[in-house]
């Protein structure tokens, strides 16, 4: 199955919030479910952020910085297309990955690649 490598905290936010868009540089053709993958990278600095971010979208129950998980599978979630523009507020440029139907899994822990990459073996609910 596809899978994406996404910073913490914006996979939960993605998995737990709302977050209907990832932004990205590029586009894919890819359309499908595929696994949400929480990089190991993140900082204080990023983590603050990406918090006062999400507060300015409603999301105000961010877990700490030491309660999300990093380096392995947190959800999956339907990508429905690839967009130059997007009236979400978490859109921020470049180009929106739409999101739908995010499903959290149990935490799989798995090292994580750049772009979408295939996963063996991760149950995707």
């Known amino acids: 199955m596809k899978a994406l490598s996404i910073r913490q905290p914006w996979a939960w936010l993605i998995i737990h919030a709302g977050k209907d868009v990832e932004n990205r540089t590029w586009c894919t053709n890819y359309r499908g479910r595929f696994l949400v993958h929480a990089a190991k990278g993140m900082t204080q600095r990023e983590y603050q952020d990406a918090k006062q971010f999400a507060a300015l979208n409603g999301v105000h129950n961010l877990p700490e910085f030491d309660e999300l998980p990093r ?49 063996e073996g991760v149950a995707h609910g």
């Not at 959290?104 to 990459?117: E, Q």
Request: charged share 15%.
């Open 71 to 119: 380096g392995g599978i947190v959800g999956s979630v339907e990508l429905a297309d690839c967009l130059s523009r997007s009236d979400s507020p978490w859109y921020t440029g470049d180009t929106a990955l739409v999101l739908r139907n995010p499903q959290p899994l149990p935490f799989t822990p798995c090292p994580g690649r750049l772009g979408l990459f295939e996963i």
